[in-house]
């Protein structure tokens, strides 16, 4: 079995295409369908379904995308090892976060792992939770971190942070009371609401709690569905509604007298914040490194 057609198999399920998988590789297209033909002729079995542009991965290639995936890194291991043996390791990282931990917690854990590692760069790409875990399932990513827990067999979870979230209305006098005091949880019915999108740590924990609570969810009079939190908080200042937030996003900002914020009574909405990975697959050797230093991170955050 050919290396390199392995490589090239692996970038095309996880691209989903011929022409940007020959791009990544910087071969040619032509060569990107040979390596993969010749891959499934020594396998004896069709490893890629094409329907057009549509491309997907048959029942056998879906086996073998996991073992490639684990070979791949494998060798990716060894080289690593040999470069650290030579004192020098070098390497881009992919490290997908949802909103709150990317701003508050990521800068401080990339400038202590850069400590160690100088020559190591890193791309910080948004997605929501749900987007998150669908990317480390799917192979897109080695690891992520995120406001929610999905359940599957294949992740293991390790908490990073806590974190609470209020509620932020306007700076009016229909919200009287000091900021961080408590305020009847009536007010979820008789304001319109600004949610986050479907995959948000923070909307999945409020419905989650709204539930809990027997509260009715359908019954709320939401007004806009917005991913962005500094627009959610513009939106609250012109008095669209009023909407959940992190604690830690807002606090900065209440000098400025452009909100509010309050606890609600009789519900808590405490989280966690998680940094996730396939626990079956092989990690590249640099995503190792990094894996095993926030194991660290957590350890010296726990003394």
Do not use: W
């Not at 190591?120 to 406001?147: A, H, M, N, W």
């Not at 995959?199 to 924990?205: D, I, N, P, V, Y």
């Not at 509010?260 to 626990?279: M, P, Q, S, T």
């Amino acid at each position: 079995m050919d290396f390199r057609q392995l490589e090239t198999f692996v970038e095309v399920a996880k691209l989903k295409s011929f022409s940007k998988a020959a791009e990544k590789l910087f071969i040619t297209q032509p060569t990107v369908t040979n390596h993969i033909q010749n891959l499934e002729k020594e396998l004896g079995t069709l490893l890629i379904n094409r329907f057009g542009k549509k491309i997907t991965l048959t029942d056998a290639g879906n086996l073998l995308y996991k073992y490639a995936i684990n070979i791949l890194n494998s060798c990716e291991m060894a080289k690593f090892d040999l470069a650290s043996y030579q004192g020098k390791i070098q390497g881009h990282l992919h490290i997908y976060s949802s909103s709150v931990p990317r701003k508050y917690l990521l800068p401080t854990i990339i400038k202590n792992f850069l400590n160690n590692y100088p020559d190591v760069s890193f791309t910080v790409g948004d997605k929501d939770s749900k987007k998150v875990i669908r990317g480390i399932l799917d192979g897109e990513t080695d690891f992520g971190i995120l406001g929610a827990k999905f359940p599957s067999n294949n992740l293991r979870y390790i908490d990073l942070m806590e974190d609470r979230l209020v509620l932020v209305t306007p700076n009016s006098p229909d919200f009287p009371g000091d900021n961080f005091s408590f305020i009847s949880k009536d007010i979820l019915f008789r304001e319109k609401i600004i949610f986050r999108e479907e995959g948000s740590g923070t909307r999945s924990l409020v419905e989650n709690i709204l539930e809990r609570a027997k509260l009715p969810i359908n019954k709320l009079n939401i007004a806009a569905y917005v991913e962005d939190t500094e627009a959610i908080k513009e939106l609250v200042c012109l008095g669209i509604g009023i909407s959940f937030l992190s604690e830690k996003a807002v606090k900065d900002d209440l000098a400025l007298k452009k909100y509010k914020v309050f606890y609600v009574e009789g519900l808590d909405f405490i989280r966690k914040f998680y940094f996730a990975f396939h626990k079956n697959r092989q990690l590249s050797p640099l995503s190792e490194a990094f894996k095993n230093y926030i194991l660290e991170f957590v350890k010296d955050q726990k003394k």
